[in-house]
């Protein structure tokens, strides 16, 4: 008789914030419907002897069609998430240079974002906006009531440069009003006003910290100094200091207006210093654990510019710390295709950013599990449940408890293999990761209750759903 559609047998479950199980999971109707031993009675059986079964991730920070047609960005991306056992992705958008290249209400243009990409997603999906004019500001109540956007971005740099640092006419790239702390006050009042009426969920807003006057200077000083304009040189004209002062900025006016905030891709020990000393909840990424500028320096190029820049090794372990003791609350790829064509030779005008959600599981089960020896709960944790808690999603995803969509990744702790491009199943043409080695890679990842990934290939046509937060 048959009583489930999937059946995961034989594996040892990682629950977060509990621990591991020797069990077996049952799927019904797309969700996770029993964990129990010899468990039986199933359409389809996947046999997960001697490995590792984890929630799927859920990648809250991700660009859909920053630089690429959206659709095609998509398709292709998140194809890529599968191989890292990422299920879930929150994508960011905003108006201006770059995604869809205009400004106006979002209420004409973000259903084209959701019309590229509803029927091409291989995982669930959801968005961050960010609020570019003060017309899309007093838009906030309609987003939340009318399609679940409870999470909001503010780009503290944008007020000085654009996104690759490379020019200072700041208001022709961001198409918006005046882009200040005013800007930024509007927004968190809004937040706040629309949280008080909306106590059933976690209004918040997102901070991309580092601070264009002190940028300025520092670019500046860089540009003219003679030294070779390299990762090591973008580093420099965007150093810790510019995060350290953002962060305080932030939370002083979050503060005052009572908006909570999560804050971006901290880079450097310093900004996790100054971000877990006021209210917040906070995030790192795979490229700030774990690359140094000299090394990628070294290799040459510019295909490792990302914003905030990528630091050395001290920074790496003081941010692996944070992970460990909590002040971490989740790691993300910050997921950005970006091909060659668009980095060149020269740094400034090289686009910052770059893919990585393929190695979200694979680079925390490995640098993080086997290496510094953080318990798969807490890798479940800072991929999965903390920021499903975040932005809205828990209690269907981020678990493997019964109830949950059935989200998971099956993973094999001894599979090694050296990262290439092909690997990842990408778009992008590079990886700053290529050629690095890494155990314990998903052989299965199951998204719904169907298996879409499965021994380095995906399976049947993309089925991911957009999530509405409200």
């Avoid at 601070?211 to 090591?232: K, T, Y």
């Avoid at 030779?345 to 770059?354: E, I, K, M, Y």
Wanted: aromatic fraction near 8%.
């Amino acid at each position: 008789m048959t009583r489930y559609d999937l059946l995961v047998k034989n594996g040892t479950l990682v629950l977060p914030y509990h621990g591991e199980i020797r069990a077996d999971l049952a799927v019904s109707g797309g969700r996770i419907a029993a964990l129990g031993e010899d468990l039986d009675g199933a359409e389809e059986v996947i046999d997960a002897t001697g490995k590792v079964v984890l929630p799927g991730a859920v990648d809250a920070h991700f660009h859909l069609g920053i630089y690429r047609d959206m659709a095609l960005d998509a398709f292709e991306e998140t194809r890529s998430s599968l191989v890292g056992g990422a299920t879930t992705v929150l994508s960011y958008f905003r108006t201006g240079r770059h995604y869809l290249d205009r400004t106006g209400p979002y209420r004409t243009i973000f259903p084209e974002a959701l019309a590229a990409v509803g029927g091409r997603a291989w995982t669930d999906y959801g968005f961050h906006l960010a609020p570019m004019t003060v017309e899309q500001i007093e838009e906030i109540p309609w987003l939340v009531a009318e399609h679940g956007i409870t999470s909001y971005k503010y780009y503290m740099f944008y007020k000085g440069f654009d996104l690759a640092a490379n020019s200072r006419d700041a208001r022709a790239f961001t198409m918006g009003d005046e882009y200040d702390l005013g800007h930024l006050f509007l927004i968190m009042e809004k937040l706040a006003e629309v949280q008080r009426s909306r106590p059933d969920r976690r209004l918040s807003l997102s901070l991309h910290c580092e601070q264009s006057e002190l940028m300025r200077v520092f670019i500046d000083r860089v540009r003219s100094s003679g030294a070779v304009q390299n990762l090591r040189a973008y580093s420099e004209g965007r150093p810790p200091l510019t995060e350290q002062v953002a962060i305080a900025e932030a939370a002083v006016i979050a503060a005052h207006t009572g908006a909570d905030v999560n804050f971006l891709h901290l880079s450097s020990a310093e900004a996790l210093d100054a971000a877990s000393r006021v209210p917040g909840r906070r995030e790192t990424t795979l490229h700030h654990l774990c690359l140094d500028h000299d090394d990628l320096d070294a290799r040459g190029g510019t295909g490792g510019k990302v914003n905030p820049p990528i630091r050395t090794r001290d920074h790496n372990e003081a941010l692996w710390e944070g992970v460990r003791d909590g002040r971490i609350d989740w790691v993300a790829s910050d997921h950005a295709c970006c091909m060659e064509e668009h980095k060149g030779d020269d740094l400034w005008p090289a686009h910052p950013g770059f893919g990585g959600t393929a190695l979200l599981y694979p680079v925390l089960f490995s640098e993080g599990h086997l290496r510094r020896g953080l318990p798969l709960s807490r890798i479940a944790e800072v991929a999965s449940a903390n920021p499903a808690r975040a932005y809205n999603l828990w209690g269907r995803k981020g678990s493997l408890a019964v109830g949950f969509d059935a989200d998971l990744t099956v993973v094999d702790p001894s599979a090694t293999r050296t990262v290439t491009t092909d690997l990842l199943l990408s778009g992008q043409d590079h990886c700053p990761f290529e050629g690095v080695e890494v155990t314990g890679w998903p052989t299965t990842t199951v998204v719904g209750g169907r298996i879409a990934f499965h021994d380095g290939e995906t399976a049947g046509p993309p089925s991911g759903s957009y999530l509405h937060r409200g």
